[in-house]
């Protein structure tokens, strides 16, 4: 394919699709953004370009996600559709093999990708992958929004888990008790980026509808995916943020032991986003292991 955006209609679905630096004729690079329900708008206009200086890089957005289309029932967003897609879209891009670029949900997303199809995959790179499946998912994030939260949200953050509810169900409370601020100190030790994060998620006007989270934790696979991490067998480099207080240091080591193949490297000036709190450290750490 040549650089540029697409609308592929993958399994009913449009696709946004945009490929960079088609010249480099290397293996392509596929982004996979986080969320559950993200997009790529923030990526595409800050370390892609630098990327694709060197790489093939493809972008895509999952559905109901960014710029993609919608299913037509909003339940529709299991793993199993999530892998269907990428299938047929490394299909008609025309390359037998791939590399993966995954972020936080996207890492997990590009490990369930590599598990179904072990042939159509070359390297993976996972920055800050989640576990969403497990219940300490939820319990770092609300150990991390006590670790950075002022007396009230402190006293919030309390008041939520003395409830006799589920976690999951003090988790959303949470979530709906933090101004953007405290997610901001969440999410980056640089402010200065975070701010510009949401900027440019404001510029997008790309929202995050939550059914992609819904859904998956409600049809959750069959075996989880830490009990299949040891049939992965590609070539695996882990980035985490040594400050990462959303899926944490414990998950990434969690993948980092049971996967077979995988190396982790901390980087310590980051939270969540190490592409974006040590961009020039990230490419380069991310070259070396794709070359």
Not at 79 to 92: A, N, P, S, V
Not at 171 to 184: F, Q
Not at 254 to 277: C, D, M, Q, T
């Amino acid at each position: 394919m040549k650089n540029g955006e697409y609308r592929l209609m993958i399994n009913g679905i449009y696709h946004w699709i945009k490929v960079e630096g088609q010249e480099n004729n290397t293996i392509p690079l596929f982004i996979i953004h986080g969320g559950p329900g993200g997009n790529l708008y923030f990526f595409e206009r800050t370390i892609g370009p630098l990327l694709s200086k060197e790489r093939t890089i493809i972008y895509y957005e999952q559905r109901g996600c960014g710029r993609s289309g919608s299913p037509g029932t909003d339940n529709a967003y299991t793993f199993k559709e999530l892998i269907g897609d990428f299938k047929e879209l490394q299909e008609r891009t025309g390359f037998d093999k791939v590399d993966l670029l995954g972020y936080s949900f996207g890492g997990e997303l590009a490990l369930e990708i590599a598990h179904a199809l072990p042939n159509k995959i070359n390297k993976i790179i996972l920055s800050s992958p989640s576990l969403i499946g497990l219940k300490i998912q939820y319990l770092i994030q609300l150990v991390g929004f006590m670790s950075i939260g002022d007396t009230t949200l402190v006293h919030k953050v309390e008041q939520i888990l003395s409830q006799q509810n589920s976690i999951e169900e003090k988790y959303l409370e949470i979530w709906k008790s933090v101004d953007s601020e405290s997610v901001d100190r969440l999410f980056f030790e640089n402010q200065n980026i975070a701010k510009e994060y949401r900027r440019l998620t404001e510029e997008s006007g790309l929202v995050n509808t939550g059914l992609m989270l819904k859904a998956l934790q409600n049809n959750p696979p069959k075996i989880p995916l830490f009990e299949r991490l040891k049939d992965i067998h590609q070539s695996i480099l882990i980035i985490t943020g040594a400050q990462d207080r959303n899926s944490g240091l414990a998950i990434s080591n969690l993948i980092h032991r049971n996967l077979i193949n995988s190396k982790l490297i901390l980087f310590n000036k980051s939270a969540h986003f190490p592409y974006l709190e040590e961009t020039d450290n990230f490419i380069e750490k991310l070259s070396a292991f794709l070359e």
